[in-house]
């Protein structure tokens, strides 16, 4: 009888120490965007924030890929969660002295971007370690419910923060987020990732060529690349300029960006929850009309003038959002090998994150030239097609009964 996932220690205690630090990530994210809009008012400016931010993840994600197959994962951890919380401290100092232009806002993006590059590709090979074969999906889901509440709450926190306080101790905030996460870290009892751990001979473009043959040489790895790109380039790109189309669409301000936020936030959150118990097949089927759906919403949202339908709207883009990523990511978690986890898994955040950011860039640049309601309509029908494309005729191994 498969055990609970409420039962696995080491995992409830990750998440007591995560619930801080995705709270800090969501704070974070809102006040440099807002930060970057109030200094520019320039949506590519903002699009070239998501950018520096995001970016990184596909240039150097797939060394943190090998690096995490090889090293100890706690330890890397850890020093990973110092170094966040540490440049999240000194961009509070910077701010508070008013030295944080429009090209620091940049900077500190990318040098946050490749942090959070090096965490991520840590953490999606650093979950399974902590939970049995069988409650592996349901981590997946979890983690997607945990990531997404903190979208929901950390964007309210950060408006209040910001109206009342400041960016600065906003900032001071997330530095303080990571210090929870680094001490549930070092508690953690890891036997088997240590056993994983070596003093290996590091071959980065061997083990890195080794990786992208695995992915490729998978029909089904290589099909759910392709929706998860499209999810984070087409379906996604809106919300990473959400601090402008708030003030242009609907002229409100930092409390209309907070709201536009947390309804992202719910609708990830439902999402979530909604997929802690699906099979495969129906990943796959939610997966397909999830990203599809996103096209039809774009659509939708290019001809909506009520802040409240809006919401509703984003909400529904979050929420598809979260299904592809949610179902890309387990259905590739059950499928691929243990020794190439770290190099496939980043390889999948390489494209998730950094899809995000070529998304928000596009979606900039575009909007501030073109319009807002042509660059909509034809992402949105973009994503519709490439979408059908990627999932057509796809079939799964007869090995795939269940990620429940």
Avoid at 134 to 155: D, E, H, Q, W
Avoid at 364 to 392: D, H, K, N, P, Q
Wanted: a positive charge.
């Amino acid at each position: 009888m498969q055990r609970s996932i409420f039962t696995e220690s080491n995992y409830l205690t990750y998440l007591c120490g995560s619930i801080f630090s995705t709270q800090g990530l969501w704070i974070q994210r809102m006040t440099l965007g807002w930060m970057m809009w109030e200094q520019t008012h320039s949506e590519s400016w903002l699009g070239m924030l998501a950018f520096f931010m995001f970016f990184p993840t596909i240039l150097v994600g797939p060394l943190f890929g090998v690096m995490v197959d090889r090293v100890n994962r706690r330890r890397a951890a850890v020093i990973t969660g110092a170094i966040l919380g540490l440049t999240s401290l000194l961009l509070s100092l910077l701010v508070w002295q008013q030295l944080a232009n429009e090209l620091v806002l940049l900077f500190f993006a990318l040098a946050i971007g490749v942090g959070n590059s090096a965490y991520q590709s840590i953490r999606l090979s650093f979950v399974p370690e902590l939970v049995s074969i069988g409650n592996m999906p349901k981590a997946v889901a979890i983690n997607a419910v945990l990531y997404n509440t903190s979208r929901f709450i950390g964007p309210v926190i950060a408006g209040l923060l910001i109206k009342y306080q400041g960016s600065s101790v906003a900032f001071a905030v997330v530095a303080a987020c990571y210090v929870p996460l680094i001490i549930v870290l070092m508690l953690l009892k890891l036997d088997r990732c240590q056993k994983t751990s070596g003093t290996q001979k590091f071959t980065f473009f061997d083990d890195i060529k080794a990786g992208l043959d695995y992915a490729i040489n998978s029909d089904l790895i290589m099909r759910l690349f392709m929706l998860i790109a499209v999810s984070a380039v087409l379906g996604r790109g809106l919300l990473e300029i959400l601090p402008a189309a708030v003030d242009v669409l609907y002229g409100r301000g930092v409390e209309g960006l907070a709201w536009l936020n947390s309804a992202a936030g719910v609708g990830a959150i439902i999402a979530g929850l909604v997929l802690t118990s699906a099979s495969s097949e129906r990943l796959m089927l939610a997966t397909r009309l999830g990203v599809i759906a996103s096209g039809l919403l774009l659509i939708i949202f290019s001809y909506s003038s009520s802040f409240e339908l809006g919401l509703l709207i984003v909400g529904g883009l979050s929420f598809c959002a979260t299904v592809c990523g949610v179902g890309t990511q387990s259905l590739i978690q059950v499928s691929v090998v243990s020794g190439f986890r770290g190099r496939v898994m980043s390889l999948w955040g390489s494209i998730n994150i950094g899809g995000g950011a070529l998304g928000g860039l596009l979606f900039g640049v575009l909007t501030e030239f073109i319009g807002y309601s042509f660059t909509l309509i034809t992402m949105g029908l973009l994503c519709v097609f490439v979408a059908y494309l990627a999932t057509r005729h796809l079939v799964l191994p007869n090995a795939q009964v269940s990620v429940n």
